[in-house]
């Protein structure tokens, strides 16, 4: 079992930059695939990044590449992204999730665990 907590969200005007952060309980955190995706309203969840399990690799959807980066700390327990650069279409509730599968990550149907959201919002 494993529970997720993110902060940092909240409103920046663009060109801004906050940085998400997601905690995680459980004993086996290195070997979970951690993502973040966001849901703006009336649209579907979507992925915006995710690391592999032990931290081996990193993804991330085209429109934020050169301006989100994700980056896990095992030993805190804690996954991040940072946002630079940020645009209004970024505005949306940003959720972090943990997988213990290996492949698939970019789908929010392979995880598992879901933090309550953030909310990011970005003005013009």
């Known amino acids: 079992q494993v529970q997720l907590v993110e902060s940092g969200g909240g409103l920046v005007q663009a060109g801004g930059s906050l940085r998400l952060s997601c905690a995680a309980s459980?004993?086996?955190?290195?070997?979970?695939?951690m993502g973040w995706f966001r849901q703006a309203p009336g649209k579907e969840r979507e992925f915006v990044a995710a690391?592999?399990?032990?931290?081996?690799?990193?993804y991330a959807v085209d429109s934020v590449k050169g301006r989100f980066t994700m980056s896990r700390d095992n030993a805190k327990k804690t996954v991040y992204l940072q946002m630079n650069s940020l645009k209004p279409e970024d505005t949306a509730v940003y959720y972090c999730?943990?997988?213990?599968?290996?492949?698939?990550?970019?789908?929010?149907?392979?995880?598992?665990?879901w933090g309550q959201g953030t909310q990011v919002t970005v003005s013009s």
């Open positions: 999730a943990a997988s213990p599968a290996g492949r698939g990550i970019l789908s929010p149907a392979t995880y598992d665990y």
């Open positions: 459980g004993r086996t955190f290195s070997s979970y695939a």
């Open positions: 690391n592999s399990r032990n931290g081996g690799n990193t």
